[in-house]
T-cell receptor, first 113, second 110 residues
């Protein structure tokens, strides 16, 4: 069966500091990968998605970036965090060969102070 | 106008009640419909998905899609306290992008 991991689970960072969040998927190959942000009391906002190694599509222009250095690894980064970057960051995967549903990881709660 | 509208609640019902959760949408190109359940401080969990109009049943859960009215529903029968969570509808017209509702916070009271 497939498993998706995210770390860290919780992060408190000062404004202006860098960020690196990691997501890995087990039990599948060549998944489509997604980064979402969920602000308090809101739905999910798609930030980036990737259909393969080194292939990144951005949905929202901002100070965040994403990379996919390996088939089942997806990284969300920032050089300088803003207060508005606080939120719950979720990674998701999809089997592009068989379905349109996405499956989510446990999330990283980021607080920028 | 948002593409997907979902009443944020909160919705509070007694244990054993039938719960109805609803979303409306404006984009007639949406073809794929999903419901997720999200417990507090956890990632969303896929509950049900459907690709066509009509009803789909899975245990105590029934997903209903009415494409002509651009309206989807999730029914929970014999609701349990463990069903207390936020329920998110999601829909897509293509492969990559899911559009989510705001989520409805549901509480089942013992």
């Amino acid at each position: 069966s497939q498993t998706i991991h995210q770390w860290p689970a919780t992060l408190v960072q000062p404004v202006g500091s860098p960020l690196s969040l990691e997501c890995t998927v087990e039990g599948t190959s060549n998944p489509n990968l997604y980064w979402y942000r969920q602000a308090a009391g809101r739905g999910l906002q798609l930030l980036f998605y990737s259909v393969g190694i080194g292939q990144i599509s951005s949905e929202v222009p901002q100070n965040l970036s994403a990379s996919r250095p390996q088939d089942r690894q997806f990284i969300l980064s920032s050089k300088k965090l803003l207060l508005s970057d606080s939120g719950f960051y979720l990674c998701a995967w999809r089997d592009h060969r068989s379905s349109y549903e996405q499956y989510f990881g446990p999330g990283t709660r980021l607080t920028v102070t | 106008q948002k593409e997907v509208e979902q009443d944020p609640g909160p919705l509070s019902v007694p244990e054993g009640a039938i719960v109805s959760l609803n979303c409306t949408y404006s984009n007639s190109a949406f073809q794929y419909f999903m419901w997720y359940r999200q417990y507090s401080r956890k990632g969303p969990e896929l509950l049900m998905y459907t690709y066509s109009s009509g009803n789909k049943e899975d245990g105590r859960f029934t997903a209903q899609v009415d494409k002509s009215s651009k309206y989807i529903s999730l029914f929970i029968r014999d609701s349990q306290p463990s069903d207390s969570a936020t329920y998110l509808c999601a829909m897509s017209q293509g492969a990559q992008k899911l559009v989510f509702g705001q989520g409805t916070r549901l509480t089942i009271n013992p």
